[in-house]
């Protein structure tokens, strides 16, 4: 009996969290900024974020002094083979 009214409670309050952060995303999702911002900054934030993205990865690829070993063909070799 004690189990199922601990189920009973936990479920409630399930319930009651999911609708409260339904609501919450509700609020959040009611913008303020008007489509203008994202017309106006969109383009120009996406070209810089690819840009600094891409930088990155060139010094990280070129000036680290990471070795990649990308593939191991011709680098492992089986070993030979010993008769007992």
């Given at each position: 009996m004690y189990q199922d009214t601990?189920?009973?409670?936990?479920?409630?309050?399930?319930?009651?969290?999911?609708g409260q952060?339904?609501?919450?995303v509700a609020l959040r999702?009611?913008?303020?900024?008007?489509?203008?911002?994202?017309?106006?900054?969109?383009p120009p934030l996406l070209i810089a974020g690819?840009?600094?993205?891409?930088?990155?990865?060139a010094y990280v690829i070129?000036?680290?002094g990471i070795a990649w070993n990308l593939s191991p063909v011709g680098k492992v070799q089986p070993k030979p083979w010993q008769e007992e």
């Open positions: 601990t189920m009973y409670r936990f479920a409630k309050a399930a319930l009651n969290l999911s952060s339904a609501r919450q999702q009611k913008s303020d900024l008007s489509p203008e911002f994202h017309a106006k900054y969109g690819a840009t600094f993205c891409t930088a990155v990865w070129t000036s680290t």
